[in-house]
């Protein structure tokens, strides 16, 4: 009897569900508050634009900046640097018809379209999600504890069942009451047919959720047919403080390189807002098509009441059933329940639940104690017997047929002795297999544990010298950053000083072309002016030679008139002295004539006199040319008219005693003198600027030693 009780216990504890205890208190805490197409919904209306701003952003870091201008080949490196950022800058104020600044913030859209499409689900998360956690964990709870009440019951029953003693059938009746008492999952979840504030919500945030996929639909679909059609645009550089400078250009080229990704970014993402529109519609339209077939397992628990048709409607009780479906999963009395419906599917006979369940109980009940229960009760007789012979057949037969039936049920026990030696053998012959295997077991396991420890020690050496070598690794990606700053900060301080050596080679550049330029032309000044001192030294010894000239000439004037005056005071005695008693005033000539215009010598003559700092220009240095060879055409016509005089005064020194001893005026006591100087003389000495020419009736000597030659410098 002990054996039946026992046997009996472990049948329904298998369909018992365990209690939560206090350490699993949250049993159900993984309850899904977002329904399978909700969460697909927001993981691809979120997730993917956010995957596609990483690939953006990917691209750029590979590729570089998102716009190549084509700068000037004058620029520098830096320059070109600037121009790109600049016209970035710059491209929200292109006046296209085209918007280009969408290209612009095309990542940061789809950032937002993400945000906003997010802002639904927190909604729920926040408002919704809290109460209806715990309505469907109580929920739960409720439908898992009527199950193990309806198995607890089962399990009362067949105990009474086993019992040797009448005991009142009151007994059974009180326990079925004490388990079932009051529906209360049915009536709270009838309760929710009226309220509709968490239906409110859901399809507040479906709708939600449809408008902002439209709105980026919509969007996209501007994008891809209007935005990309172009990427270039010329970009005026001409503003600010560059607004009048000419060096440089008007306006550059500028291709902004990664709208064709984005247009690729945008197809993607169009085709599956589109694909998600749908989902959106029928997950709004969910809550209107639920029902409560789902639970029809816990119809075959006695006490389980039905919660009637469900219309479609929008209210929560729909909502309720809809999130309940889906948490299925988590209700393990749905799992058991499952199991008895298929078992009573596939019995021939409609028994319910709880017969099974007796049933199952009594079997083993029966077998192990042979004793009989419910289902080979004798069979009273109903009806009375007409006579004794009448009774005696009818307990004849029942005597053979329970003799037959004891039989059976010896041949039963006999069948069931010999199958228990049977495997009291197995179990001995395994038992002793299963001692072998043990100890094999447990040396393998004593072996496991020393190969476990030296791993552990392996481990705990190699997570030491694991440890010191990222310290070291540390350590050096530290230094190396630290050189890598101090690198780069040191190409920025070097491409500083490079910008700047290059602006002052510049600089140093274009002064040294000026001071070549200046120097050229102080070399070219110097050598005119060279050339006009060598020409002036040249003019100042002619000029000298024709002075040294003129002094001989007029020496030899001198001389000649002296000798000529001999020879006229041969035929005169008193008259001579005349002139020289009448003027005695006048002067003689001397024996050197002097000069009026005196020279200062060569060597006197400073090569430095008169040159100035400033430089001549050009029309002075070509009058000053034209004014030398002016004066040296001067000098030659005088060189050749103090020829032509010399061989005149030589010719006329020749013929002078004829022309005296021809003369009727000239005479002894005749008050004029006649000049020795012929006609000739005085237009050859005017012509020749000596002076004014000496009177006639003056004799040569007492001539003015003023007239010297005169010349122009």
Known sequence: MAIAHVATEYVFSDFLLKDPTEGQSNKYKGVR???????????????????????????????????????PTNFSWRQAYYVDSFCWAAVQEQSENTPLWLHKFFPYILLLFAVLLYIPALFWRFTAAPHLSSDLTFIMEELDRFYNRSIRLAKNLASLDSKDGNEDSQSALDLAEGCFKYPLVEHYLKTKRLSRSLVVRYLACRGLTLLILLFACVYLGYYILLASLTDEFPCDLRKGVLQNDSSVPVAVQCKLVAVGVFRLLSYINLVVYVLLVPLVVYASVGPARQSSSFLRPYDMLPGFGSLGEVTPVYNDLSMYLLFLQENLSQLKSYKC??????????SEEGFDAMCLLQTLGQVKTDVVDCKKGTCIEMVEPTHKFASMEDELCFWKEQAEKQHQRAEEVQEELQEFQQMSRDYEAELESELKQCEGRNKDLLLDNNRLRMELDNVKEKFENHHSEASRHISTLEENLLETTTMRDHLQKYIR?????????????????????????????VIERNAFLE????EKENLLESVQRLKDEARDLRQELAVRQVER?????????????????INPSLPTTPAKPISTFDTPPISSIRRGDGLTGTPLTTSTRISALNIVGELLRKVGNLESKLASCRDFVYDTSVSRPALLASSPGFGVGSDVQVSSSPPQYDSVVKHLEFGPAPPRGLSHGTQSPQGGVKILL
């Open 493 to 521: 301080e070097l491409e500083q000083s490079n910008d700047d050596l290059e602006r002052t080679k510049r600089a140093t550049i274009m002064s040294l072309e000026d001071f070549e330029q200046r120097m050229n032309q």
């Open 565 to 581: 005056r001999p020879s006229s005071s041969l035929g005169k005695d008193s008259d001579l002295q005349g002139p020289s008693t």
């Open 33 to 71: 508050l977002e329904l399978a197409v909700d969460k697909i919904v927001t993981f691809l209306s979120v997730g993917l634009p956010l995957f596609l701003i990483s690939l953006a952003f990917a691209q750029e870091v590979s590729v570089g900046t998102q716009i190549s201008c084509f700068a």
């Open 531 to 534: 050339s006009e001192l060598d």
């Open 337 to 346: 329940l499952q199991v008895l419906e298929l078992l009573q599917d596939s």
